[in-house]
């Protein structure tokens, strides 16, 4: 009783999930016209989703299936980003959807079980359901960015699926790794096999293959490639997913695995930032040669990515609660451009030269566009600027052994300024060029939604950085305080505390 | 001859990964780099199944991970199939580095 | 009444709001009527002069308990800077002025812009100077003002050159905004330098970062940090904000090119609310500046010479408008001579008083230079009393007012006099009155030759329309009697902890006796003569002191001959330099990243095995690392 | 029987090497797949060995039986394409991907081999209490435990995975089912 009872308290926003999934794909299977009727079914299971994670009792830790689905406040926050990244990518599917009225119940239904894919795996405490998460997660996703079959999008979408199935496996070696130093695959218990066990080498290893298979969600080295043909050839609704909640995710999964797991493995601190310092670079440097809009923006998600691990690898709570920080702002800010694009986008894609004279001819629009890149870029009064600036001062705080690292950041963004700007300086070009642009309410709502949200948040980013900072200090016990200057770097770590 | 022992199931598990990973490399069929994808899960499992015996055959979390594994893996080799059909069906070849992917030819 | 106050921000950011309304909509639906871009303005600029009413009463009723709420704006380590807003007695006097007169003025600049072009430009813009404005009024705390402190000066910048197709309109633009640089700058410092000093303090005891309300205590911790020297300099890099803003010597140059603005902005702007704010400012910071004695004395030196200069250069004027900016100029002087000398309520009152004056006397010049087709030389023009009524009797008011002959300016003037001459520093005293006199005879002197005597101008004098003249009465009359009225208990409202009571029975005498004595003067040169009086007073001993004015003491001529030379070697200097190393390696710095990008896009190569082969590149790279760190560390 | 034992896992373990390099170096790609299906096979077969009854049923079973046919089929699609073109990369890749991978395989080894040091305690030890359980499974298998367990403690993932699954084959009826529009 007490099982069924957990899982009703507790799972009710992923069993939502569930039988939305199942209803999508029997709408599916009976019926072709489901095109009109079947989004505010959808809309309407989201939000009671979203509602369900509002309404969790996030004071306390709980746990429901023995211990391998953890209900705390870092991951209902999580999940409630999730849900919102799903929420606005439905409404931003809209153009697509009209296009292809008769898939609409499989889409939706494959954006479901991605997003249900990416809530079970923010709160897994164990392997197994993490693994299966991720590729429910990854699967969905790899059909999702393969679902214009009229195009050339196929290559992408084999790449995507080769890179993520060797990603799974690299994955897969450091668990065994893992499993075979701890004999089981619950995070406590290779977190206290970690401690007793004089196998930190081996731990490193696995710690690294792990994270850097889970690299593959972020779009950060090794595995990168990707997110460029992926971003261009997919559906644009299925680029903001990938770029967003299926990004939030992989956040969510980094930070607890770092906090909780790796916690006493020092090494990975490292490693991570290694990897945000390589992933920015590239991602900026590549993000220079680029005229296509669209892979402009992977390239770009990879830097950001890389903003984000390189805040994470200090490991204190103001770095964590600025991390958290950026990944709000970075959903809101993505949503914003990629809704942009979404309007402007005649099924060509969108380059710098088709944008040209935009300013002239639809100022709101450009409005909308010059403000979701400008704080991508990290502009003044728009939101970016304040994640840039919490993030800066994060590392600030971390002591002056950083400076160099901090430097290279700032270095980093200064690149990125260039081909955000290469963006904007288009829309004023005097020669104008033919845009087509597609307007729908429902891609209006997220439009105005998220440029309103960077807008305001970037004057009164106060309530969001104070939340943000609880959310850290929710997942605080399981941080350990980055003392570099002293050189004891994890000897007292603090296991999580679980009732 | 010599004893069995564990880590010689993990040196023949790193094998079959890394001939999996070449694989991947080098191949220029489609589908020897999904099969490539599936010897380095197959390695995966070899892992898992040998930790298992030697370290955990109490509760068995490493039988029930490759259970997991081999059907998730044949999932994905099932959608790997399907799309490399789809492409088979567009451009008529299943060159891994196919000119439509793209011009550009890099050595 | 608490609702109203808490949501007293709404009148800062309403004009937000407007603006980008007007600028978002510029092309599109606000140009189908193009009435609405006003009725927008004009509507948010009431709803603010209604709650600065309500503000004005709380302030009157809870006297020396102000309103203040504040909220954090953002984290900056251990800091927290904070937005909000204080309603004190200063706070809420300045608000109705600013939002009563942006009034007005936005009703008259609806008939002054008609015809423009950019006429929702020009709203948007008024809109945007009133959120700065208001925000800066409002504002609760150092921080905040200076970042509306900078908005305001970006309104001022965008309204002179609003006419930017004009050259002298861009470059007075550039030149406000440059000197103006100087002044924010020193501010910024002063403020840094300051929150260094009393960094104990705010980290330690106050809520509100920079609030003003804690000023006082704050100030004592930085005495005590400090020494006086170092204090001083502090407080004198705070107050050249203020110096550059309000248009002081030797920062006084910007303000008679800004009159390139539209008149309306130079009504609002640049003579009654914009230019108060260093008055204003200094007033917020007095319990910083009045810990420095010898700040205090710069302060009164600097407002007198100020004063006496402007009103010598205003004396030689034939465009209106110069003349008037150099009226503002010299009364703005005045007020920080008061200030100085510790008279602080004569201060506030005179630039209370003096903004409506100003407002005024700037809206009839409009007016004129309205119906005269933008003729601005007062040697072409005279006896406008017949053609506009209206605006004669009004801007008659406006010169009586200022010069200090019974009506309002005369009770803030008195007031300044008899606080200059209660600090016993009898120079300044004579400085000031004699100032006084020059005021009158100044601006009688535009007065006759305006409206008085005979039509010298060759093109049609347009009749002045309804919608202009109302704005003109209905600022005539606080011009006229608000002084009167006030005087007995403005003393007692806004006050800096004491009072100046010592009232000399001669001196309202002595002051009236000198204004009528310098109209007299004033109606004797310019009073319907039919040939220019000037040309012969320049063949008195007088000379030499007439170029003297004209070459405004030569202050324009040093800074441009002089700076200018040095900076133009300095700057060719550092152009070599630029071109040969900065450039160069800009370009270099530039490039590199490009070709580095270029580099890896060729390995991005868009071929399934050879991503894999990068991966594991990376991978085996990471692997190394750990390997690397490991060996040296385990 | 010490003998057999070593003799048995040497002789698959050289069947899963040999057919696993020959199913990526072989020319035909017929032989490729046939030979990865001798390498499942063999996989299946050590996992006998290692006393995992089950796994190795299951191996051979899905992998021997149903994704040697899944292959075949696709073989058949897709064999008109001449096999002989589609070898192997151009050279320097497959040479960068030898030093690459070889070097991996060694960092792999680096990391593992402190296992064969007999002093390494615990972290690979055995368990060696629960003998009961452990007798038990040598006998009757893993199969009744497996069970337990996932339908126990690893219920989520396991229901997650039939969704999964549920999705996979939506996503290949829709990607595979040839578009709408041609019908």
Known sequence: MEFAADIKNLMMPEIILFVGALLLCFIGILTDKAYKRVFSIVVLMLGLSFLMCLQLDTDTVSMAFGGSFLISKFTVFFKELILAGTISTIFLSDKYIKQNQKSVAEFYMLLFVAALGGMILVSSRDFITMFVALETLSISSYILSGFIKEKNSQEATLKYLVTGCVASAVILYGVSLLYGMSGSLRFDVIFAAIKSASMFNIAALSGTLVISGLCFKLATIPFYNWAPDVYEKSPLAVSAFLSTVSKVAGFGIIIRLVSELFNGIWILYLVLGLIALVSMAIGNLLGLCEENVKRLMAYSSIAHAGYILAVLALGSTLSLSSAVFYIITYLLMNFAAWSCLEVLDNGDGVTTESLKGLAYKRPVLAFCMVSAFASLAGLPIFVGFFSKFYLFQAIVFAGFLLYPFLCFVLLNSLIALYYYFKVIRAMFDEQESEQTVFWSKRLAVVLVFSTVMVLLTGIFSSPVITYSQQIAQSQMPAVIQYEAIKGTYFDNPRPISVR | MFDVTLIHYLFLSAVLFCVGLLGVIVSRHLLRVLISVEFMLNAVNINFVAFSNYNDLIRLDGHIMAIFVMAIGVCELAIGLAILILVFRKTHSVDADGEYIEEEKWS | ?634 | MEFLNSAVFLIFAAMIIFSSVFAVFAHKIEYSVLSAVVCFLSVGALFLTLSADFIGASQIMIYGVGVSILLAFAIMFTGKDSPKSLYLTNPLRVFLGFVLVLTFLSVLIFFISPVLDPKSDGAFSSYGSFAAQIESIRQIGTAKFIGRRIFCDYVLPFELLSLLLLAGIVGVGYLAGGSKKDV
């Open chain 3, 1 to 634: 009444m608490e609702l109203i106050l808490q949501n007293i921000w709404v009148v800062a950011i309403l004009p937000l709001f407007s603006f980008l309304f007007i600028i978002i909509g510029q092309k599109g639906f606000v140009h189908l009527e193009k009435k609405i871009s006003m009725y927008l303005t004009v509507g948010v600029t009431f709803l603010g002069w209604i709650f600065s009413v309500f503000a004005l009463i709380y302030a009157i009723q809870n006297q020396g308990n102000p309103f203040q709420e504040n909220f954090v704006w953002m984290y900056s380590g251990s800091l927290t800077f904070s937005m909000g807003y204080l309603i004190d007695e200063l706070s809420s006097v300045m608000l109705f002025m600013v939002t009563s007169i942006s009034l007005l003025i936005q009703i008259y600049s609806h008939s002054y812009m008609k015809e423009d072009p950019s006429y929702h430009r020009f709203f948007a813009y008024l809109s945007f100077f009133n959120f700065a404005m208001i925000g800066l009024v409002l504002s609760s705390n150092l921080f905040q003002t200076y970042i509306f402190w900078e908005l305001v000066g970006l309104a001022s910048y965008l309204l002179i050159g609003f006419w930017y197709k004009k050259n002298s309109a861009s470059k007075a633009a550039q030149k406000a905004f440059l000197v103006n640089r100087i002044g924010d700058f020193g501010l910024l410092l002063g403020i840094m330098g300051f929150l260094f000093l009393s960094y104990n303090f705010w980290f330690y005891e106050a809520d509100v970062l920079l609030g003003f309300s804690s000023l006082k205590q704050a100030t004592e911790v930085a005495l005590v940090s400090t020494s006086s020297k170092g204090f001083f300099v502090v407080a004198f890099l705070m107050f050249l904000g203020p110096v550059a803003k309000s248009a002081q010597f030797p920062l006084h140059v910007w303000l008679p090119d800004a009159m390139e603005a539209p008149t309306p902005v130079s009504a609002l702007i640049h003579a009654a609310t914009m230019v108060a704010a260093g008055v204003f400012l200094t007033a917020r910071l007095y319990p910083i500046f009045i810990l420095s004695p010898v700040l205090m004395q710069l302060i009164a030196y600097v407002g007198a010479i100020t004063a006496l200069l402007a009103a010598c250069m205003a004396l030689v004027q034939y465009d209106i408008k110069k003349a008037l900016a150099y009226s503002t100029c010299s009364q703005l002087g005045y007020m920080f001579l008061a200030l100085g000398v510790g008279a602080y309520s004569a201060g506030m009152f005179h630039l209370l008083i003096h903004a409506y004056v100003k407002a005024l006397l700037f809206l009839c010049a409009g007016a004129v230079i309205h119906s005269l087709s933008s003729q601005q030389d007062m040697r072409y023009m005279g006896g406008l009393r017949k053609q506009m009524p209206v605006v004669a009797y009004t801007y008659l008011i406006g010169c009586l007012s200022l010069s200090g002959i019974f009506l309002s300016g005369f009770s803030s003037k008195e007031q300044i006099l008899s606080g200059i001459l209660a600090s016993g520093n009898m120079f300044l005293f004579y400085i000031a009155l004699f100032t006084a006199g020059l005021s009158a005879f100044y601006i009688f002197r535009t007065y006759f030759m305006v409206f008085e005597g005979k039509y010298k101008g060759e093109s049609q004098v347009e009749p002045v329309s309804k919608v202009m003249s109302v704005p003109l009465i209905v600022l005539a009359v606080p011009s006229a009697v608000l002084g009167v009225l006030l005087s007995w208990c403005f003393d007692d409202f806004v006050s800096f902890g004491f009072h100046t009571e010592n009232h000399f029975v001669f001196l309202p005498l002595i002051s009236i006796v000198i204004a009528l004595f310098s109209v007299w003067l004033a109606s004797i040169f310019y009073w319907d003569k039919k040939k220019l009086i000037d040309t012969e007073l320049v063949k008195l001993p007088l000379k030499s002191l007439h170029r003297l004015f004209v070459e405004k003491f030569f202050i324009d001529w040093f800074y441009d001959k002089i700076l200018n030379k040095i900076y133009a070697k300095a700057a060719y200097v550092l152009s070599k330099f630029d071109r040969f190393v900065v450039d160069a390696s800009i370009d270099i710095t530039f490039q590199s990243p490009v070709a580095a990008g270029k580099l890896l896009n060729i390995v991005q190569h868009k071929k399934i095995g050879a991503y894999i082969l990068v991966s594991v590149f990376l991978l085996v790279l990471l692997c190394g690392f750990i390997m690397s760190i490991l060996n040296l560390i385990v």
